[in-house]
């Protein structure tokens, strides 16, 4: 019996026990090496499941491309009737989810009924987008003609995704690009495989109900090999990819090189700039909860506290004594701050990182430590920390995904703390405190904030699925979720149609016979 009724859930979401192979079966081609998946919160192994070979990823192809042609012509507010019942089978499972997002993640399990929840959201926007997909009517410069523009379904949509959010980020992607007339294939992350096979398994009840078919949702596992199959493959326009810089550079030359489409969520450095106007207490929550919220392994994590010299030591010494009232363990256990890192490769970098920092110069405000013995056996688990470093500092420029805030000073304008801010090579997620209404909006002007999201009193991280998520710079410049970033799952058409019996050409060109 696994800790907090993890076996139940497993059960729920159609997974066999260890070693029993993935799932229910449906629409499952997997042939491969098995991937085990062991949990960060006791080190155990929780499952198994099948990678996909070349030869499986043919049939899983065929399966898509064959769905595509009756999905597609679906009316839009039907596929939208689908999503809708997928959203309430999400609602059904959501405890089992969430329980599993937390077990195989190691995020806390009110982060993983978070995800499940946000799942739940995007399925509900979706539904309502469905009678939305409006395109534009213009004014024709010919007489008797018309002009509009309608938004078409684009193929096959091709998903990877990251480890940190194991399920919301392929609903963001799959409830829009449904409604929009496409099928999906996901790869999710190899570190959490079982989160793949839950959600597929949960989408392919709902096909089979309506009797759909299957390749409408696809599911392939393995680790960047299996990813490149997609990304190489031309029968697949957009490539929608979830995870670091360095990962979504190498999908999108590739994708590019065969001028697909590719929308990139990657790697996040983000800052709260805290100026004098700042509320402190605000301050200190949003810090410390965007710093060691989810381990920092979101990619909106608060890496940066950029602080203004006039309130550094106050503000500093706020942040360190917070710190001290962390609890760290099973993050299925509500009492506790923060869980695991992923697994033991992440540790080390962790490690690697507050290395780097003292040796460029910084000083150490909270030790991190790597923590052992009871509650702490799957070797995952760290204190979070904090130094005092510079912005220049290389490992200050780098993405690390773990719970390591950089404290950095400011003096003089906010500007400056604006420059610092922008400052890396990352454009995702930034914040400033400060009621200060001058300096709210500069930092939210043209000259201000360069990221993707810029929050006034929050903090970085944690987003809602009404607006377009994603960001600037090497973060890769794609927009998911809400607003109109639905555009990008479809294509754009003009249409001209002239209602008369004569053949006026445009910009008043005769060509008489
Ligand atoms: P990762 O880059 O190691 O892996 C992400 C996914 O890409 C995995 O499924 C992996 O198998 C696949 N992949 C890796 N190399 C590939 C290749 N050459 N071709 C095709 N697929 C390949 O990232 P990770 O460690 O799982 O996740 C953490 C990173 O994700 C962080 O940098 C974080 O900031 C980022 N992230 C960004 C967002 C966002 O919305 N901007 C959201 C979540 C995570």
Redesign the pocket.
Known sequence: MKAFGIDEALKTLGILSVNEGTSTGINNFSSGDVIDSFSPVDGKLIASVKTTTESDYQKVMESATKAFKSWRVMPAPQRGEIVRQFGEKLRAKKEALGKLVSYEMGKSYQEGLGEVQEMIDICDFAVGLSRQLHGLTMHSERPGHRMYEQYHPLGIVGI??????PVA?WSWNTALAWVCGDVCVW?????TPLCGVACQNIIAEVLKENDLPEGISCLING??KV??FM?KDSRIPLVS???????GK??AKEVAGRLGKTLL????NNAIIVTPDADIKMTVIGAVFGAVGTAGQR?TSTRRLIIHDSIYDKVKQAVVDAYKQLRIGNPLDENNHVGPLIDKDAVAMYQGALKKVVAEGGTVLVEGEVLSGEGYESGCYVKPAIAEASNDFEIVQH?T?APILYVLKYSGDVENAIALQNGVAQG?SSAIMTNNLREAERFLSHAGSDCGIANVNIGTSGAEIGGA???EKE?GGGRESGSDAWKVYMRRQTNTINYTTELPLAQGIKFDL
């Open positions: 990877i995704s990251a480890f940190n959010f980020v790869k999710p992350s190899e570190k680790d960047y990813g490149e990304s990819a979830t995870g670091s810089t360095r990962m190498i999908v969520e990657l790697g996040g990619c993405e995904f995702l998520f994603g960001g973060t």
